[in-house]
C-alpha cells in the first residue's frame, strides 16, 4: 500500500479542541482507498461475524428479517489484521494521539465499519458515542471517520453540534423508535439548527470527541455510503459511582427475553 504521511498545523488542534470535531480532505492514498473497498465489501457481503453478535443493524431491531437499514460490521481488523498495517490506521493512530495529547503507546484502538445503502439507508439520529459505552469510566476518546465514497448531505455525510463536547456528562439517550432492540441511539437534547455538514470526497476524514453530538442523514442518493471508522482511547478515568444510563440496561434486559447473546458495550 502506497505510503501518506498526514500532519495537523497548530489551528487544526485547536479546533478540535474548542469545536469537538475537525475535518481534514485526505488521510490515505488513492490506491488505499480501492483495497479498503474491496475488503469492506467482502466483510458486508458475508454478514462477517452475525454469529457473534459482530454484524447487525443499527437502525433495526436485533435478529429483523427484513433489509438491513444501517448494517454494520464490528471489529474488521479482527477478521482482516492486515488493516492495521493499512496508512489509514496508522495516520489515524498518530492524529489520534496529537488531538488527545497522549503517547501513541498508550493509545488503544478499535473499529467498526457502517454501511448506507443507496436509496433506503437510514439517517444516524443525533447521539454522542460515550452513551454506549461503560459507565464506570470517563473516556479519553475520539472517532476517526474515513469516507471511502463521496459523502454529501444528501448521502449521509457527518454533521456535529460546536462546542458540544463540553458538556458536564452524557445527556439523556433513549434507543431508536423506543425499541431497546435496537441498538442505535438518539438524544433530544439537541438543537440541529446549530449544526455543521462535513461533506468528504473519498479519501477525507473527520475526527470527533466521544461527547461530541453527532447525526448523519439518510442516504437519498444511487450510490452506497461506506464509512471505517476507528476509536482511539487514551487512558480512562474511574468512576466513583458508576453513570446513570438506563438505556443500556434496557437493551440488555430486552436482549435476555429475547434470547439473544451478545456484548451491549
Not at 445503502?117 to 479519553?140: I, K
Not at 469516507?147 to 453540534?161: H, K
Amino acid at each position: 500500500m502506497h505510503s501518506l504521511n498526514v500532519t495537523l498545523t497548530r489551528n487544526q488542534i485547536a479546533d478540535f479542541v474548542n469545536l469537538g470535531f475537525l475535518a481534514i480532505d485526505r488521510i490515505t492514498a488513492n490506491d488505499e482507498i480501492g483495497q479498503l473497498r474491496e475488503i469492506f465489501d467482502r466483510l458486508f457481503d458475508a454478514r462477517t461475524g452475525e454469529s457473534r453478535g459482530l454484524f447487525y443493524d443499527l437502525a433495526a431491531p436485533r435478529g429483523h428479517a427484513g433489509r438491513n437499514l444501517l448494517p454494520q460490521v464490528l471489529g474488521p481488523d479482527l477478521h482482516v489484521p492486515e488493516l492495521r498495517e493499512s496508512t489509514y490506521y496508522r495516520n489515524a493512530r498518530a492524529l489520534g494521539a496529537t488531538l488527545l495529547g497522549v503517547p501513541e503507546d498508550e493509545l488503544t484502538i478499535g473499529g467498526h465499519m457502517i454501511m448506507k445503502p443507496a436509496r433506503y439507508g437510514a439517517e444516524t439520529p443525533w447521539h454522542q458515542d460515550e452513551a454506549y459505552w461503560d459507565p464506570n469510566v470517563v473516556m479519553n476518546s475520539l472517532s476517526v471517520w474515513l469516507s471511502l465514497d463521496e459523502a454529501t448531505v444528501e448521502s449521509g455525510c457527518m454533521q456535529f453540534i460546536p462546542g458540544s463536547h463540553q458538556s458536564e456528562d452524557v445527556h439523556e439517550h433513549r434507543h431508536i423508535d423506543d425499541d431497546p432492540l435496537i441498538h442505535g441511539l438518539v438524544t433530544d437534547h439537541v438543537d440541529p439548527t446549530h449544526a455543521v455538514s462535513c461533506p468528504l470526497s473519498p479519501g477525507g476524514a473527520t475526527f470527533h470527541h466521544s461527547r461530541t453530538l453527532h447525526h448523519t442523514g439518510a442516504n437519498r442518493t444511487p450510490a452506497v455510503r461506506r464509512a471505517y471508522i476507528l476509536v482511539c482511547s487514551g487512558p480512562a478515568d474511574e468512576r466513583d459511582t458508576p453513570a446513570h444510563r438506563p438505556w443500556q440496561q434496557d437493551e440488555r434486559n430486552a436482549l435476555a427475553r429475547a434470547g439473544i447473546d451478545v456484548q451491549v458495550f
